[in-house]
T-cell receptor, first 109, second 115 residues
Framework: EDKVVQSPLSLVVHEGDTVTLNCSYE??????LLWYKQEKKAPTFLFML????IEKKSGRLSSILDKKELSSILNITATQTGDSAIYLC?????????FGQGTRLTINP | DAGVIQSPRHEVTEMGQEVTLRCKPI?????LFWYRQTMMRGLELLIY????????DSGMPEDRFSAKMPNASFSTLKIQPSEPRDSAVYFC?????????????FGPGTRLTVL
């Protein structure tokens, strides 16, 4: 059965800290891995990763895929209170997108 | 440019009643997805359509759930009869056909409460 597991499930840090969120996947015919940020409303897209070892960056956020280890990490540097959200990882398999349970990140001022 | 539109935004109903959730995908997008999100189970894919045709409904929990996409600009998710365990936020998302494996654009969701 396809599955995606994220860790930690919950993380509380202070503003300015750097955080690393983890995602591991087992999906049939893996094609890509996506990261989403969900605040109070719907998920919004952050990154899509298809190639192993190539880092994608957007401001203070970056992500990389390791196909050998079937995993991905999302890094956030110099965290701000606005980064508080649930971060969802999803793996694209054979015509199906499987989501992890999410990591709830709380940034305290 | 309008995003994915869902209605209603909130629905409160009593057990046994029929519930219909509606979605209008982004114009030009050919793939549409229905998700359910709960605290316990997280985000689950229920069904998705490609060019108005259901491709995979293996995530639909049971026969009480049905989804239709009569045209490229409209889809419904119906629950009949509804049960308290159906309470969740239901999201609709769309993506251009050529970008199935890329970004999905989510609607604001419908928060369903079944009493």
């Amino acid at each position: 059965e396809d599955k995606v597991v994220q860790s930690p499930l919950s993380l509380v840090v202070h503003e300015g800290d750097t955080v690393t969120l983890n995602c591991s996947y087992e999906v049939t015919n893996f094609r890509s891995l996506l990261w989403y940020k969900q605040e109070k409303k719907a998920p919004t897209f952050l990154f899509m990763l298809t190639s192993s070892g190539i880092e994608k960056k957007s401001g203070r956020l970056s992500s990389i895929l390791d196909k050998k280890e079937l995993s991905s990490i999302l890094n956030i540097t110099a965290t701000q209170t606005g980064d508080s959200a649930i971060y969802l990882c999803a793996a694209q398999g054979a015509q199906k997108l499987v989501f992890g349970q999410g990591t709830r990140l709380t940034i305290n001022p | 440019d309008a995003g994915v539109i869902q209605s209603p935004r909130h629905e409160v109903t009593e057990m046994g009643q029929e519930v219909t959730l509606r979605c209008k995908p982004i114009s030009g997008h050919n793939s549409l997805f229905w998700y359910r999100q709960t605290m316990m189970r997280g985000l689950e894919l229920l069904i998705y359509f490609n060019n108005n045709v259901p491709i995979d409904d293996s995530g639909m929990p049971e026969d009480r759930f049905s989804a239709k996409m009569p045209n490229a600009s409209f889809s419904t998710l119906k629950i009949q009869p509804s049960e308290p365990r159906d309470s969740a936020v239901y999201f609709c998302a769309s993506t251009p056909e050529a970008s199935f494996y890329n970004e999905q654009f989510f609607g604001p969701g419908t928060r369903l409460t079944v009493l």
